[in-house]
């Protein structure tokens, strides 16, 4: 007898990595990827002509997540289209675009982690119901209410989704790989200690506004004499960032690559603007900066439970392929309700 079929639907490096640690701890079943695609004309077109080459569509992210793939030897079946699998499940990272043909199927949404700020473009997508992805940012994610199951990085999340539009009986709290267990990143060899750290955000490729030249003389303010490191986004325009940063910051040290939380746990005070490395300062006992509300932020943290995420979400992925009956039956039953919030 043929073994149960999963597809795990990956975007940025963080998605995927993500994706994996779930199918790894599901290993009695086949586990397929492949990079979020669109069976809408007009996405596909989008897509076609690089213009969505900025989102996880493309670009950087699938070049990232296509390498990440090969070198671990996953099996990639882009769009559906390489191993024409009938799939018994969809393991999504966004719900802003779930192929149609994905919706006949059980889906579970899995947090990656920060939403966007809602902006009056993304209002004005969701009025008039045009595809979510044409927001151009994440405000959204995990608010359509269209997978059958959602996993949350927290409370906090979940009191979101369901404001946004996700009902609340499809929602539960189990904390999401890669942001579970910050302080493992605490045993680490970065050379530096007790430096400021910046963390920027991709606003510019993504359409926004972002007076960078007037965010890194405020570090710099910040910084107060004390050591800058940049850590820049793997979306951001690497070239025009760095070159902005020795300008107005030619003491700084600027960092494309490598393990931001390692850098994180070395540093004294942490300033962001849109980014999820933000709730690692914040598990950390670090100071941080955001331009959103630091307080909302605390109560938005995702589950710190020693990095069993993965496996409490591989759980309800399990309980829900093996489930007999439909989406409604499988939630009623009692023993889910609390089996994934924290003690």
């Not at 909302?296 to 979400?313: C, D, E, F, Y």
Request: with cysteine; glycine share 6%; charged share 20%.
């Amino acid at each position: 007898m043929s073994r149960r079929k999963i597809l795990f639907l990956i975007g940025s490096l963080n998605q995927t990595t993500q994706m994996h640690q779930i199918a790894d701890a599901l290993p009695e079943y086949d586990c397929f990827f492949s990079q979020i695609y669109s069976d809408d004309t007009m996405i596909k077109w989008l897509v076609k002509k690089g213009r969505l080459n900025h989102t996880i569509f493309g670009g950087v992210f699938k070049k990232q997540s296509d390498k990440y793939l090969t070198e671990h030897g996953l099996r990639n079946d882009y769009a559906c289209g390489i191993y024409h699998n009938n799939y018994d499940l969809a393991v999504c990272c966004t719900d802003l675009m779930i192929p149609k043909g994905l919706r006949k199927i059980k889906t579970v949404f899995v947090q990656e982690g920060m939403t966007d700020p809602v902006t009056s473009w993304g209002k004005i997508v969701r009025a008039l119901k045009l595809p979510p992805v044409l927001a151009m940012n994440t405000a959204f994610n995990g608010s359509n209410n269209i997978c059958d199951i959602y996993c949350a990085a927290s409370e906090g999340y979940k009191q979101q989704f369901i404001k946004y539009g996700t009902a609340a009986e499809r929602i539960f709290v189990t904390g999401i790989p890669n942001y579970d267990n910050v302080a493992v990143h605490n045993n680490n060899d970065f050379p530096y200690h007790d430096y400021v750290l910046v963390a920027t955000s991709d606003i510019r490729e993504l359409g926004g506004r972002d007076d960078r030249t007037a965010f890194i003389n405020q570090c710099v303010q910040t910084a107060a004499g004390r050591q800058l490191i940049f850590k820049l986004h793997p979306n951001e325009n690497r070239e025009r960032a760095t070159a902005e940063i020795k300008q107005y910051a030619p003491q700084a040290l600027v960092y494309t690559e490598g393990n931001a939380g390692q850098m994180i746990a070395n540093c004294e005070e942490l300033i962001t603007q849109y980014s999820t490395l933000v709730y690692m300062g914040i598990a950390l006992g670090k100071k941080v900066h955001s331009y959103f509300d630091v307080a909302a932020l605390k109560r938005l943290t995702p589950l710190q439970n020693g990095g069993a995420s993965a496996h409490n979400i591989a759980a309800i992925c399990r309980g829900y392929i093996e489930h007999k009956g439909n989406r409604a039956d499988f939630l009623q039953q009692p023993e889910l309700q609390y089996a994934y919030y924290p003690s």
